[in-house]
């Protein structure tokens, strides 16, 4: 239930304030729409030993960056907690960016008419968001969140490759446990 509601709930914000910006065109846009899908093209094992490698003491890159503002990083994959935190940054890097291009197909195939009309009347971009665009996309959003919340439970090559659903069976889903068994 962790694992769904943080990894749902990060690609969603992570995903729509990139796909806002997106929307809003700003300079180099265009330039930087291809390059945040690559994590959704890399494949899913490849996705797991990467992020194994990366949280990997001594090894991977995690606990360097930490290390140089003075936090000494813990054991990533070793604790159940920290394990689990792992998993979900890995998933969130991978899809997020399927998140933000349905949102950003959904953005741009709102009507221009109300969108226009608010700022003929003198909004905000916060209430122009919060009260025409956010409306207007609830039913995109409805579906990106259906799918991502579908696509969590099928978290399996991921967990495989990083923990194998370890420590304590602590990033253990249905799916690995399902595998396990069989």
Not at 48 to 55: A, E, I, K, N, P
Request: glycine share 10%; net charge neutral.
């Amino acid at each position: 239930l962790y694992y769904i509601v943080v990894n749902t709930g990060a690609q969603f914000l992570i995903g729509f304030t990139v796909a806002y910006i997106l929307f809003l065109g700003k300079k180099g846009t265009r330039i930087l729409r291809p390059v945040l899908l690559i994590p959704m093209l890399t494949p899913p094992v490849v996705v797991g030993l990467c992020w194994r490698v990366l949280f990997t003491p001594g090894l991977g890159g995690i606990n360097y960056f930490i290390g140089l503002i003075g936090i000494h990083g813990p054991d990533w994959l070793a604790q159940p907690t920290s394990a689990l935190i792992g998993v979900t940054i890995a998933s969130v890097w991978e899809w997020t960016p399927f998140v933000m291009l349905v949102l950003l197909a959904g953005l741009e195939s709102l009507p221009k008419d109300p969108i226009e009309a608010s700022i003929i009347d003198g909004t905000s971009g916060l209430q122009r968001l919060m009260w025409v665009i956010l409306p207007l996309l609830r039913p995109v959003v409805l579906v990106v969140v259906i799918l991502r919340v579908i696509d969590a439970l099928g978290i399996l090559p991921v967990v495989f490759m990083m923990t194998g659903g370890g420590p304590n069976y602590a990033t253990e889903a249905i799916n690995l446990y399902a595998y396990s068994v069989g």
